[in-house]
Every structure is written in C-alpha cells, then in structure tokens.
C-alpha cells in the first residue's frame, strides 16, 4: 500500500488565486513528519513546510499552509495568490519514526502551472 | 544555493562506460541519501549513510556503488548502466535518522542519460 497518495496529477492555477494540493498518508507510527517539497524544472527539491504529527496548530510559511486533519490522515498544501513562480512539482511526504526506518517516503507529486 | 552540491549537473554516458556523481553538504548534517526519480514515479530512495556508515540499500543493482568517505561527501559510482537506469538522481542530506523533525535538503540533482 502507498504511504503517501496525491491524486491529483496536474492543475492549473489562475495568477493570483488560492489552491490546494491533496495529500493522504497512512502509517500506524504515532510520531510522525508531514514535509511539503516543490520541485522546479531545474530539479532542485525545495523545502516549503512542516508539520508534526503532535502540532495541534496548522503549520504556516509564508503564503504556504498545510491544513492537517490528522483523524482523516491528510496534509493539504494551500498556497495563497498564486505567482507565475509557483509554477513546478509539488511533492508531499512522511518521516515515520526509527521503528520504521526514519525515511523520507514521497508521493508521487502533483503538477501546478500558474496562468498569468 | 541550497547547501548540497551535487556534480555533474547532467552526464551522458554509455552503458561500457564507469562514472561517477559527486556530492557535497557543509551543513553539518552526519545523514546522507540518494535517490532516483525517473519520470512518472515517485522518488526512489537508494542507499542511506548516517555517519559514514551504509545503513540502507534498497534493493539496489550492484551496477551502482556508493562511496562515503566522510560525512561531507557522497559518491554513486556507475558502471555497466541501462538505459532504463536514466533518471534524475538526487542527494540529500539530514541531521540525523533518528529524528521524524528533521526533513532533508536535497541538492540539484545530476540527470543521467544511458545511450
């Protein structure tokens, strides 16, 4: 079974506007990392955000915030007004803890083109 | 700059050929990773060194050889490759492996191509 689902492959985002990207995980782990990575053409990962399993308040970074919903065992990414630099990969993933390994797992990222 | 430098930026060789990636963080992070990501699948995690010791090899063909003289450095040593094997390839490194906090810093990766 897939520890990290996005299923959402590809959107397009109007400049300026919100958008959510999906992500779901599974683990049985009770201590856990959430990350949200963007990946631009140049192929550089690039951190955006964390979130813990036990943070009882939504992380946020700038125009970045990851609505947790642990009980559903979702982490969606919303990105407020949209930039034409927004414009890449976005990957969702999961640090479980040591008895699973401590390994970064990623989903299989969706796709967002900003439209000017 | 992201802290991790990965070289070459992009290598074409071919499947008799023996290369090498190369990267590099002074981050003082003591984990390092590589991963594979080819098109339409997810990152592929391949070897993991915490402290200059290999603690993980995901099932990895023995075409492709790891080397970590320090935790500083990392290598991926090819040799005999398919063109299958033709991909992005990533490092990254962490503070550690034993922490769920930390995420890991990627470099820009070396993209492969096997002719």
């Known amino acids: 079974a897939q520890k990290i689902t996005q299923t959402q492959p590809g959107m397009f985002v109007q400049e300026k506007e919100a958008v959510t990207l999906d992500c779901t995980y599974d683990t049985s782990d009770q201590s856990y990392g959430l990350f949200w990575y963007k990946q631009p053409s140049s192929g550089e990962m690039i951190f955006l955000i964390y979130?813990?399993?036990?943070?009882?308040q939504n992380a946020t970074e700038g125009r970045y915030s990851l609505n947790f919903q642990k009980a559903r065992k979702s982490a969606n990414l919303v990105i407020s007004a949209s930039q034409l630099g927004d414009s890449a990969m976005y990957f969702c993933?999961?640090?479980?803890?040591?008895?699973?390994?401590?390994?970064?797992?990623f989903g299989g990222g969706t796709r967002v083109l900003v439209k000017p | 700059e992201t802290g991790v430098t990965q070289t070459p930026r992009h290598l074409v060789m071919g499947m008799t050929n023996k290369k090498s990636l190369k990267c590099e963080q002074h981050l003082g992070h003591n984990a390092m990773y590589w991963y594979k990501q080819s098109a339409k699948k997810p990152l592929e995690l391949m070897f993991v060194?915490?402290?200059?010791?290999?603690?993980e090899n995901n099932s990895v063909p023995s075409r492709f050889s790891p080397e970590c003289p320090n935790s500083s450095h990392l290598f991926l040593h090819l040799h005999t490759l398919q063109p299958e094997d033709s991909a992005l390839y990533l490092c990254?490194?962490?503070?550690?492996?034993?922490?769920?906090?930390?995420?890991?810093?990627f470099g820009s990766g070396t993209r492969l191509t096997v002719v």
């Open positions: 990254a490194s962490s503070q550690g492996t034993t922490d769920s906090i930390y995420g890991y810093t």
């Open positions: 979130q813990g399993s036990y943070d009882e």
């Open positions: 060194y915490n402290f200059k010791e290999q603690t």
């Open positions: 993933a999961m640090r479980e803890g040591w008895a699973a390994g401590n390994k970064l797992t």
